[in-house]
């Protein structure tokens, strides 16, 4: 019955067997833990009373991680789950690591106009640490379209003008309609 008990609070059973051989009762015993990682916090002291549910460490698997970045809302409608990025690391340039878009969160930050976007990826030589700071790059085809110069756009303040030149010195004005701006 003790045997049982003693299995039912975890202990492993090479102290069970050492308890039953020396027959010297111990006041510590160490605990496996029951996941492999890195241990990302550590609470535990040596001597320190703990209760059921206390939180001793907090042990990660480091090599799947999620990144999370910040997209501005008029980019929002441009990227969609499944969606390849690439990663770069500001300490290391010349890694680029690849990933996907796993979701798009649901709400938007009204300080910085911004949404959070996970990205997962492989990180199987730890190269990304928690808390971290990586540079997130999306290609995405936005088809023909015509490009300017932001400098070629004159503000009015009612709407956005632009000058074609004819040669010669004359000009035409015309009224534009902006689209995404990038670069």
Known sequence: ???QRLRLWDIPDHQIVDLERTGTVLKALHNHSPISGTVINKVALVGMHVNPGDELYTIADLSHLWIIADIYEYELPLIKVGQSATVTLSYDPGTVLQGKVSFIYPTLDSQTRTAKVRFELDNREE????GMYANVALQIAL????????DAILESGERQILFIHHGGGALEWRTARLGLQAG
């Open 143 to 150: 088809g023909t379209r015509l490009v300017v110069p932001k």
């Open 1 to 3: 019955a003790v045997r």
């Open 127 to 130: 190269r990304l640490k928690p």
